[in-house]
């Protein structure tokens, strides 16, 4: 499984602002060479999911909404990524629908992919490295 680039740069930038304390979007894409136009949405989708307080207009911080322990992996994930694997997921009817097992194995499959990251908090990830990172941007 691949992650979406944007629940990429939505676990970067909470990282960046669980070590930072608060940042502008610019200093966040900067840091990460990233575009700061595709940032700016991803803030956007990580304010509307109540994982960052942003407030509004040129150089104003952001900051999380809530504790980096509060905040894990799996819930950022299910904000962002898609989960309908097959058909199935998606309500479409495939002919097999009610004689297969796969919408089973890959729900099972979904579900502990999730469960291993609703284990990993944002504070988990913190280290000497990322916290360096915000040193030399902000």
């Given at each position: ?12 930038a ?49 900051t999380?909404?809530r ?29 097999l ?42």
């Amino acid at each position: 499984m691949k992650l979406q680039q944007r629940t990429d740069f939505a676990l970067r930038a909470l990282l960046f602002l669980a070590d930072s304390g608060g940042a502008t979007p610019t200093a966040i894409a900067d840091a990460h060479g990233i575009s700061a136009s595709h940032l700016a949405k991803v803030m956007s989708a990580l304010s509307a999911a109540g994982f960052v307080r942003a407030e509004r207009g040129r150089g104003k911080l952001a900051t999380l909404a809530r504790p980096a322990e509060d905040i894990t992996v799996g819930d950022v994930v299910r904000t962002f990524e898609p989960f309908d694997l097959a058909e199935c997921f998606r309500g479409d009817q495939c002919a097999l629908t009610r004689r297969c097992n796969l919408q089973r194995a890959l729900g099972d499959a979904r579900d502990a992919f999730l469960a291993i990251l609703d284990e990993v908090s944002l504070a988990s990830l913190q280290t000497r490295t990322t916290r360096q990172l915000t040193r030399l941007r902000i």
